[in-house]
């Protein structure tokens, strides 16, 4: 069967960089709180163990919440379940502000992640608009809305911490609140009436192909948020470096993410096909865990954590454009799934590594590295969709 070739024009399609901004502003609110919830649950007399159960409750809810969102988007539309999300948002954020002891803090955490389905639903919404052919490059440009979110985020969260300890929630609440307004005057429905999918037809198991994609999904995550839980004490164990050198390392890595999925998913797609570039992506992560099992200094970190952020950069984009096209129109359950799997990998993995972490510096590394050969293996055969020739994809304009 003959590829499916996208167009040589490089615009995106009407209504783009609506989603793009919609979601782009409600991951800033979600970097907002990362950071500061920690301490701010400590004021409330919480303990460590506690604290690890707060974070994992918005992981721990999204599982649920993922699948359903992307069955809600399928049957009722792109939408509904993108303004629901930023609601949930917006309240979840309130909740935590106005908290007064440790089992609220709880209950705002439940409620944003119940509603914590933008990420799929937003991928839901782009692949309505894309050509086949230009799936991968579009969901690459939308995987830079995620990382813009978590380095501003972050930013924004550590100046409104200044003014007091509730403040970034409260800001978090006012960002997604008039994000959701915003949005409901300008964000379209990209998903017509006509395409949308019926009860009977979501009581259909979906394909294995998506399945399978999903646990390469979960292997992979487990992976890679193994050593985001722990790069930190790896950079101060080896190289010596303190708080502020480990963010600078990690801004620099998001820089890449960001350059990565705007500039080159999209190629390495289009010469390889979906299905080679989730196993270029893969390579990539295994060879960059591997560089951060010996201990070498900087010449072994630095070339270990630019393969890891480009091969991850390639990767979940490719994943997501790839299960989108094996579910038709079932794209936003399958979303979800895939969703649902990544973040039961980054409950899984950040433990595992930990653990592992204790025994030896560069044991999660090297455990990291053999799940990326095994996510390598679980990768089915698809069909090349967006797969052309090097000189083709070096003519576009």
């Known amino acids: 069967m003959a590829p499916d070739r996208p167009s040589p024009r490089r615009r995106v399609p009407r209504g783009f960089w609506v989603v793009w901004s919609t979601v782009a502003v409600d991951q800033i609110g979600f970097g907002i709180i990362i950071p500061v919830l920690p301490l701010y649950a400590e004021g409330f007399g919480a303990s460590p163990a506690v604290i690890g159960l707060l974070a994992a409750s918005f992981s721990l809810t999204q599982l649920v919440s993922a699948r359903v969102g992307g069955r809600l988007s399928d049957r009722f539309g792109r939408r509904p379940v993108l303004l629901a999300s930023l609601l949930g948002t917006c309240v979840g954020a309130a909740i935590t502000a106005a908290a007064g002891a440790v089992w609220v803090l709880f209950v705002g955490r439940l409620v944003d992640g119940l509603s914590g389905v933008s990420q799929s639903s937003g991928q839901a919404a782009v692949t309505d608009m894309a050509d086949p052919g230009d799936r991968p490059r579009l969901l690459g440009l939308m995987g830079t809305a995620f990382g813009v979110g978590f380095v501003v985020g972050p930013v924004v969260g550590s100046l409104a911490a200044l003014g007091g300890a509730r ?4 800001a978090a609440s006012v960002i997604a609140g008039v994000n959701a307004v915003v949005a409901w005057f300008r964000l379209p429905e990209t998903r017509p009436e006509g395409e949308r999918v019926s009860r009977h037809e979501q009581g259909e198991p979906l394909a294995s192909g998506v399945r399978r994609l999903a646990l ?12 985001t839980a722990t790069v930190a004490l790896l950079l101060n164990r080896r190289l010596g470096l303190d708080e502020a050198g480990a963010s600078a390392v990690f801004i620099v890595i998001g820089v890449v993410l960001i350059a990565t999925q705007a500039g080159l998913v999209g190629r390495v797609n289009g010469v390889l096909g979906e299905a080679g570039a989730i196993r270029f992506g893969l390579v990539l992560v295994g060879a960059g865990l591997v560089l ?9 970190v630095a070339p270990g954590l630019a393969a890891l952020a480009v091969g991850q950069a390639t990767l979940t984009p490719s994943l997501s454009s790839a299960i989108a096209g094996l579910a038709g129109r079932r794209r936003g359950e399958a979303l979800g799934v895939n969703q649902a799997a990544v973040g039961l990998g980054r409950v899984v993995g950040p433990a595992g590594a930990g653990v592992l972490f204790g025994r030896a510096v560069g044991l999660p590394y090297a455990v990291g590295a053999v799940l990326a050969v095994v996510a390598l293996v679980l990768v089915p055969r698809m069909p090349t969709t967006g797969a052309r020739p090097a000189s083709e ?4 304009r």
């Open 393 to 396: 994809v070096g003519h576009q």
């Open 292 to 300: 951060l099992v010996p201990d070498g200094g900087w010449w072994t």
């Open 167 to 170: 403040l970034p929630f409260v």
């Open 216 to 227: 390469v999904g979960f292997v992979g995550s487990v992976a890679f948020a193994g050593f």
